[in-house]
């Protein structure tokens, strides 16, 4: 059995998984955003959620700012566990990220991820250059991340839970926002993309490019909703992801 790490958080230990599905988050986002993914896949999968330093029981560690030292520290953590077949999922900034990771672990030798399954996110060959929400101030950034369904307005609008969460989410954004996709080379690896039918940062036809960035196949998959399927807890979104495993699952 592999040794604990703080980056991974399983409500639900499974005894030799036909397949481990590591999950990424929004940016914003915490281990708990998959809570209740459990119950909604096969028994036979194991549900690893990444939490990233600077929220919840890692609160008092640095949020990570760029994506490659935040990649070279998920490959550390993940390493002792990909020793079963296993996928990678990510939503919004979740997504490059684990674009990113699934390839790092391909090209240093690590056993290739079985899929990768993206939500909410623009290829990043086809991204703009975001707004620099994380130099807003305190209210005006709020604003911006319930907007986006990224944060509920009861967090919001409590004080004391919108200052703790605050720190990490500017670090997320500005994450996001310093991310350019240098290396065009695309990875070995199917590529499952879901978006949501009313999302209006990502329309379908910006989502099916994600096939640009694998040789190994891309499936869209259109599901309704707009943005935040993932900070819903959408049944839809959950739907899609079960979809995208099966078949993944060796017999």
């Excluded at 639900?12 to 909604?40: D, I, K, M, Q, S």
Aim: proline letters at 10%.
């Amino acid at each position: 059995m592999a040794e604990h790490t703080p980056w991974l958080v399983v409500r639900a230990p499974v005894p030799r998984p036909a397949l481990r599905l590591f999950c990424l988050p929004y940016a914003g986002g915490n281990a708990g955003a998959f809570e209740t993914w459990r119950a909604g896949l096969p028994r036979s999968v194991e549900v690893n959620a990444v939490q990233y330093p600077g929220r919840r029981e890692r609160a008092d560690e640095q949020a990570p700012r760029r994506m490659t030292p935040l990649v070279q520290a998920l490959e550390a953590a993940l390493a002792p566990h990909l020793d079963r077949p296993y996928a990678v999922y990510g939503d919004c900034l979740g997504a490059y990220v684990a674009f990113e990771l699934v390839r790092r672990l391909a090209r240093r030798g690590h056993r290739p991820a079985d899929l990768l399954v993206v939500s909410s996110a623009v290829p990043p060959h086809r991204a703009g250059v975001e707004p620099d929400w994380s130099s807003m101030d305190d209210a005006a950034f709020l604003a911006e991340l319930v907007a986006l369904g990224t944060m509920p307005p009861a967090v919001a609008g409590h004080p004391e839970l919108a200052a703790a969460a605050l720190p990490a989410a500017r670090a997320d954004f500005e994450l996001g926002r310093s991310y350019r996709l240098r290396d065009p080379d695309p990875v070995g690896v199917p590529v499952t993309a879901i978006v949501g039918d009313a999302d209006p940062h990502v329309p379908a036809t910006q989502a099916a490019a994600w096939a640009d960035l694998t040789t190994a196949g891309c499936t869209t998959l259109t599901v309704p909703g707009g943005h935040d399927l993932l900070a819903r807890a959408d049944a839809g979104l959950l739907r899609a992801v079960r979809s995208a495993l099966v078949g993944k699952e060796p017999s």
